[in-house]
């Protein structure tokens, strides 16, 4: 495995936008889906957001529809996850991953189905 890594994170006040960043030094990073999870204390890792290797397709989950936007850059290796309206839930540890397998067209949302996973960033909101 090749670890990603998190940053971007911080303390921020409901309302703010913050973006944060997932840097791969796999040179391979580009030709595979990549996805956004988080974990909030006491709780399971959830799904937040995943993105086709291509960019041109992505997915969310429900509670970040419309706050939360995933976007790539393959030329630098890197991942976003641009977020908006934050609210005192979205406290966690936000981690980027990527899909086990090249290529895929369909994105996964079970953390099983991801890998190279990094040590993440803290994200606090408060109210």
């Known amino acids: 495995q090749v670890p990603l890594v998190e940053s971007g994170g911080g303390l921020m006040q409901a309302g703010d936008s913050l973006r944060l960043s997932c840097a791969s030094s796999?040179?391979?990073?580009?030709?595979?889906?990549m996805g956004w999870f988080r974990q909030a204390p006491g709780k399971e890792r959830e799904f937040v957001a995943a993105?086709?290797?291509?960019?041109?397709?992505?997915y969310y989950a429900d509670s970040m529809k419309g706050r939360f936007t995933i976007s790539r850059d393959n030329a630098n290796n890197t991942l976003y996850l641009q977020m908006s309206s934050l609210k005192p839930e979205d406290t966690a540890v936000y981690y980027c991953a990527r899909d086990r397998y090249p290529g895929r067209s369909t994105l996964q949302s079970h953390s099983t189905e991801y890998t190279d996973w990094g040590q993440g960033t803290q994200v606090t909101v408060s109210s």
């Open positions: 993105i086709t290797w291509t960019g041109d397709s992505t």
């Open positions: 796999r040179r391979t990073t580009s030709a595979y889906s």
